[in-house]
């Protein structure tokens, strides 16, 4: 599967939604797009998904190393891969996009905020070209493909602009239907905001699709070891408004290997009969009193204290603890497994790649083993001084800067979300 990185100058210069508008013109062009994201957001693919109607792949070589990034690249589907690149090109404390590019071989197509510049996009775009090699990146910039351009004299000024070795491959039109809201985690997920349909397909005219697909190109094919034996077990995965920071990786490996059913503790469902519970990430701060009276909630306690294994991850573990205080001053009940109370901050209180070493043996690693993941949040957590962590934090803040993982019974919950290229899901279903 040929592919491109579009890469952005840097934050807030329109990736997303020229990611979309470039998913939309190759499909109105014939061919089927496979949407990938650098780094491990999650709000973005949901935007990438509700366009392409497929799962966005997580590219992230601290997550998952290189091999794990060819992997995941490939376990996607199509004929083209759109990569959307994050924060700028060459950000990033431990991974960037351009890392991204350099491992996979991929060409990268500049994501410049044309809204009031002509020369001065050319300029930018050179230079970023430029720096790869001062930098002892091995990332080819390829061309530009212009957010806020008009068209007429301001695109054609653009085009006259780039030296023979920067390609144009369109622009994405002003417009206030190509717009996403935001709020305190980043941007609405997909579902809940989706683009104006005709906004997009009109931006998506502007797109040259073929001189993109021939810019394209096929990554190294890694080795795919073989999966673990199967478990016969029965894997519950919460999933809804308040639980859907989940990677496409995560589902897929718990599949592998075990059944996995779903619920909606916000639509009231009651939990699943299973051997093991996972919750992911998500919002359970904007459905706190939903979950407070969710039957799952209640059952989960019930469930939990006779033994059975639940892994949370961030909002997963806000939902295990005792209690969920909003910045609006309410607290609502939660599970009660966790020996702490949360309460939601006006400023986040995490944002980083994390590295955790188990304590000891727990339910998604063993004593001393590393696991990689990623952190961002916007609550804190009072814990109970006899509280039991599972993991010191050797980068990141993870629950009170030292450590992270409350262990409780066999319930686990961490601030931090892990790929499952780490095998922290191995290890949780070879423990049920």
């Given at each position: 599967?040929?592919?491109?990185?579009?890469?952005?100058?840097?934050?807030?210069?329109?990736?997303?939604?020229?990611?979309?508008?470039?998913?939309?013109?190759?499909?109105?062009?014939?061919?089927?797009?496979?949407?990938?994201?650098?780094?491990?957001?999650?709000?973005?693919?949901?935007h990438h998904r509700a366009v392409a109607e497929k799962p966005s792949r997580t590219l992230d070589p601290w997550l998952e190393g290189a091999d794990g990034v060819r992997r995941n690249y490939y376990r996607g589907e199509g004929d083209f891969c759109v990569v959307e690149g994050m924060m700028g090109l060459y950000d990033g404390s431990v991974a960037s996009t351009a890392d991204v590019a350099e491992t996979l071989d991929l060409p990268v197509v500049l994501v410049v905020d044309a809204g009031a510049g002509m020369e001065s996009v050319a300029a930018t775009a050179l230079g970023f070209r430029e720096y790869a090699d001062a930098a002892g990146h091995d990332v080819d910039v390829v061309g530009v493909l212009a957010q806020q351009a008009h068209g007429g004299r301001h695109e054609q000024g653009i085009r006259e602009a780039l030296p023979d070795t920067l390609d144009f491959f369109g622009r994405i039109p002003p417009s206030p239907d190509l717009e996403i809201p935001d709020r305190h985690l980043g941007l609405h997920m997909g579902a809940e905001t989706a683009l104006d349909t005709e906004a997009l397909d009109a931006a998506a005219e502007?797109?040259?699709?073929?001189?993109?697909?021939?810019?394209?190109?096929?990554?190294?094919?890694?080795?795919?070891?073989?999966?673990?034996?199967?478990?016969?077990?029965?894997?519950?995965?919460?999933?809804?408004v308040a639980f859907c920071f989940e990677y496409p990786a995560t589902r897929e490996r718990l599949r592998e290997r075990a059944e996995v059913v779903t619920f909606?503790?916000?639509?009231g469902d009651d939990l699943p009969d299973c051997d093991g519970v996972y919750l992911p990430g998500g919002y359970p701060e904007l459905h706190g009193e939903a979950l407070a009276t969710s039957p799952a909630l209640a059952t989960l306690g019930e469930r939990a204290a006779d033994g059975l294994p639940v892994l949370g991850e961030c909002g997963g573990l806000m939902a295990l603890t005792e209690s969920l205080t909003t910045t609006d001053g309410e607290t609502h009940e939660m599970a009660g497994v966790l020996p702490a109370d949360v309460t939601m901050q006006d400023r986040y209180q995490a944002l980083d790649h994390v590295e955790l070493v188990a304590r000891d043996d727990t339910l998604s690693a063993d004593a001393g083993e590393a696991l990689r993941g990623h952190e961002f949040h916007y609550s804190s957590a009072d814990v109970a001084t006899d509280a039991r962590f599972a993991f010191d934090v050797e980068r990141g803040t993870g629950i009170d800067g030292d450590h992270d993982g409350i262990t409780e019974y066999r319930t686990l919950g961490t601030y931090a979300h892990v790929h499952a290229e780490s095998g922290a899901f191995d290890t949780f279903l070879d423990r049920l």
């Open positions: 599967m040929r592919g491109v990185v579009l890469g952005g100058t840097g934050s807030g210069v329109g990736k997303t939604v020229a990611t979309l508008a470039v998913l939309r013109a190759l499909e109105r062009a014939g061919y089927d797009p496979q949407p990938a994201k650098a780094g491990p957001d999650f709000i973005d693919p949901s502007h797109v040259d699709v073929e001189g993109l697909v021939e810019a394209g190109r096929t990554p190294p094919r890694p080795e795919f070891p073989e999966p673990g034996p199967a478990t016969r077990k029965r894997v519950a995965v919460a999933s809804d909606s503790p916000v639509a």
